[in-house]
């Protein structure tokens, strides 16, 4: 059984499977508490589901796409299950998670979008640092950038860590923080070789973003 949040068919915003017909699957908690978190909903509320009941949930949809968000959905064990079934089944997977919690045992199919949390982002250290080596070719390392001090953090920690060579580094903007136009600025006057990222979704269904 995992407690799950939500199930629901949407456009994926993020990562490099941005613009795909997905499937998300949110499972309930998290351990962390960023200041930007938008899912803040996950917390708690959810109710317990058996892998087939997500299997036909997902199955609804006519796509081979299935992301795994939360909350954080490596606090639940059964998650790891799901993910392995699931690659089974012929589905791309793809799981974000905080950082904060072991990706040894993911499916090595899976596609880790792994989030390092920067020093103002409200969960300063909890970067788990042996994920460094439990990180596939295919694992992608997502910074949210709150402040100028946090797009130097970043540009150190990925230098300190060869990521940018061996990797996809994404900065996304923290809203309501930092722009897109400031944070590409910094890219470009940086030479930093991170992708900038904008949440497609949320351009998408929010509307006030696009000044509309
Ligand atoms: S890790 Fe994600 S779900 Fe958890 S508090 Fe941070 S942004 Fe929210």
């Not at 407690?3 to 499937?23: A, C, H, L, R």
């Not at 954080?72 to 799981?95: D, H, N, R």
């Not at 970043?154 to 996304?172: G, I, M, T």
Request: aromatic share 12%.
């Amino acid at each position: 059984m995992l407690k799950i949040n939500e199930i629901f068919y949407s456009i994926q915003g993020e990562s490099s499977y941005v613009g795909i017909p997905t499937v998300f699957v949110r499972t309930t908690g998290c351990n962390l508490r960023c200041t930007y978190c938008d899912t803040k909903y996950s917390y708690f509320e959810g109710n317990d589901q058996t892998n087939l009941e997500i299997f036909s949930a997902i199955a609804a949809h006519k796509t081979k796409y299935v992301c795994l968000t939360g909350g954080e959905p490596l606090l639940q064990k059964p998650i790891f299950t799901l993910m392995t079934e699931l690659c089974s089944a012929g589905y791309l997977v793809s799981l974000e998670t905080s950082g904060s919690k072991s990706i040894e045992y993911v499916d090595p199919r899976v596609k880790v979008i792994l989030d390092v949390k920067t020093p103002d982002s409200g969960a300063a250290g909890s970067f788990l640092t042996e994920n460094l080596l439990f990180a596939q070719p295919s694992t992608e390392f997502k910074f949210v950038i709150c402040t100028e001090n946090d797009f130097d953090w970043a540009e150190d920690f990925c230098r300190q860590h060869d990521l940018f060579e061996k990797f996809v580094v994404l900065y996304s903007p923290s809203y309501g923080q930092t722009t897109e136009r400031w944070l590409a600025e910094k890219i470009l006057q940086q030479n930093s070789s991170a992708r900038l990222q904008l949440q497609l979704h949320k351009y998408i269904w929010s509307p006030e973003k696009r000044g509309v």
